[in-house]
């Protein structure tokens, strides 16, 4: 049988790319055609980790595949969220060079909710929902991705969850070392999100690298809107 055409969840951060690295590394089983992300025109940023719509144009370059944004307002709330999937999904019918996929790749790893919401949602749709990384270690894997040679910028931190001092720091061993038992190492609960610029799953490096660090409203929140929160962003600046 021939490989299973999909597309990547692409959050421009770490769990995202490893997803997809390690669904290029079964080309026997699957064929990844594109990958989609939401973008909060308000801020022309990537929705939740804020990575600018220039970083993540280069990201797909350098992957080598087209990427399909999903525009979502802010503040957003969850219908309107769903609504912006949804028109997605009937948009990639349409589309000539993703219109095999049939399945949707997410790089979620251990949290039992958002699986099942993402499963619950995509049910009746045609669309199946694939999780490559799922209930990988996140201690090891963390490892796996710096000894791979992914280079990733803490580009967003959740004051309330991790220390906000990590803002803007590159993710590797220093960083594991350095953050409180209570956060997770890939940051899967929401304490901290990254923004790839180097890796395995590129044909060379993005050109960018950390810059001013800054507290403003979360980009978008697909979970349900805004409500007030704040994160500290890192912003990226061309290298």
Not at 34 to 48: E, H, L, M
Not at 62 to 89: T, V
């Amino acid at each position: 049988m021939p490989p299973t055409p999909i597309l990547v969840s692409w959050s421009s951060g770490k769990d995202s790319a490893w997803g997809l690295q390690v669904l290029r590394q079964q080309p026997e089983t699957w064929d990844v055609r594109g990958i989609f992300t939401t973008v909060t025109p308000a801020f022309d940023r990537v929705s939740v980790h804020g990575t600018p719509r220039w970083v993540l144009e280069q990201q797909a370059r350098r992957l080598g595949l087209p990427i399909y944004e999903i525009e979502i307002p802010y503040p957003c709330s969850n219908d309107a969220y769903e609504a912006a999937m949804r028109a997605f999904l009937q948009r990639v019918r349409q589309l000539p060079e993703a219109r095999a996929a049939s399945h949707l790749a997410f790089g979620d790893l251990f949290l039992e909710d958002v699986r099942a919401y993402r499963e619950d949602r995509l049910a009746g749709t045609g669309f199946t929902p694939v999780f490559p990384i799922w209930d990988a270690d996140t201690t090891r894997l963390a490892h796996i991705m710096i000894d791979s040679g992914l280079r990733a910028v803490v580009n967003a931190v959740n004051p309330e969850l991790a220390p906000a001092e990590i803002a803007g720091r590159w993710f590797d061993r220093e960083l594991l070392m350095d953050l409180p038992p209570q956060v997770d190492p890939l940051g899967e609960n929401g304490e901290f999100h990254t923004c790839v610029l180097d890796g395995p799953m590129f044909s060379s490096p993005v050109p960018a690298r950390p810059g001013t660090v800054v507290r403003r409203p979360v980009a978008a929140d697909p979970d349900g809107g805004a409500d007030g929160r704040e994160c500290v962003y890192a912003d990226l600046v061309r290298a």
